[in-house]
Nanobody, 118 residues
Framework: QAQVVESGGGLVQGGGSARLSCKAP???????????ISWYRQAPGKQRMLVAS???????TYAENVKGRFTISRDNARKTVYLQMNSLKPDDTGVYYC?????????WGQGTQVTVSS
């Protein structure tokens, strides 16, 4: 079983919403809780770019082009991080990857495709 599992992608109409989930089923809570967890997007033919991140203290960071539209949150009891995406645009299309980082840990999920139609 993978360390990081993403879900929630799919085809969304422009202006619509989607919620991505990132779960860490194999991590024990004491290891998971202190970690910073991030969402990255890789659009076709482009580099992977940071979309949003959340620290253990729930301090959040967003890319400029998603501020006000995306919200990242975490539920430590479920070892899950969510990315709520509203007012989606075609430019939001790409594969979304979850990353768990801290200390010696740098885990990536397999990615989930989000396609926004115009």
């Amino acid at each position: 079983q993978a360390q990081v599992v993403e879900s929630g992608g799919g085809l969304v109409q422009g202006g619509g919403s989607a919620r991505l989930s990132c779960k860490a089923p194999r991590m024990i809570t004491s290891v998971y809780n202190p970690k910073t967890i991030s969402w990255y997007r890789q659009a076709p033919g482009k580099q992977r770019m940071l979309v949003a991140s959340i620290t253990s203290d729930r301090i959040t960071t967003y890319a400029e082009n998603v501020k006000g539209r995306f919200t990242i949150s975490r539920d430590n009891a479920r070892k899950t991080v969510y990315l709520q995406m509203n007012s989606l645009k075609p430019d939001d299309t790409g594969v979304y990857y979850c990353n768990i980082n801290g200390g010696s840990i740098d885990y990536w999920g397999q990615g989930t495709q989000v396609t926004v139609s115009s």
